[in-house]
């Protein structure tokens, strides 16, 4: 959905006017580690900052995660999906809760939430280590879970807060 983590240094002007590159930060970290248990295929919704984000833009996470649904359980597979969105971390909490509200008991995927601080071309960037949090809790939370995965936390959406200096964590 993009946020800070998919943000990329300027191309045409200086300063911290920052942009979206064309490749998704989810797919340069995981792409970095060959020795992954777990395959993946990385869809990009939109590129925005998380406080630019729409009910239209919601609605397109939502059918694609149908659709993953749907391709799931046409597969010969027997693992319940296990879906990780990248989303800024202004409006994160509100896009899992709508998410969860839309799927209701249709949810037969564990889906992690997670975001940056700091873009994840920045070197002190907790991109990676919240991608990895999100991918290791999709293998433990139980399908039908939404979770938010940031500053080494794993919490139920609707059990998430952010407190003012901006970590995540329960009511």
């Known amino acids: 959905m993009g946020g800070t983590i998919d943000k990329d240094y300027p191309r045409l002007t200086s300063g911290y006017a920052f942009e979206f590159g064309d490749e998704s930060a989810a797919s340069r970290i995981l792409n970095a580690h060959p020795n992954l248990g777990v395959s993946f295929d990385v869809k990009s919704i939109c590129k925005k900052d998380s406080l630019e984000i729409t009910d239209h833009d919601r609605g397109l996470l939502f059918d694609a ?3 993953t649904f749907k391709s799931s359980s046409s597969s010969s597979s027997s693992q319940n999906p296990r879906i990780v969105v990248t989303h800024g971390t ?3 909490i509100e896009t899992a809760l709508a998410l969860q509200r839309e799927l209701g ?3 037969c995927a564990s889906i992690a939430f997670t975001g940056a601080t700091k873009p994840e071309r ?4 907790d ?3 919240n991608v990895g949090l ?3 809790a999709t293998s ?3 399908p ?8 080494g936390n794993v919490v139920p959406a609707e059990e998430c807060m952010r407190t003012g200096d901006g970590i995540f964590t329960w009511r």
């Open 105 to 107: 008991d249709s949810n």
């Open 122 to 125: 920045f070197i002190d960037s």
């Open 144 to 151: 039908g879970s939404v979770v938010i995965c940031m500053n």
């Open 90 to 92: 202004d409006t994160m």
């Open 65 to 67: 995660i149908f659709k």
């Open 134 to 136: 999100a991918v290791g």
């Open 127 to 129: 991109a990676s280590f």
């Open 140 to 142: 433990v939370c139980s």
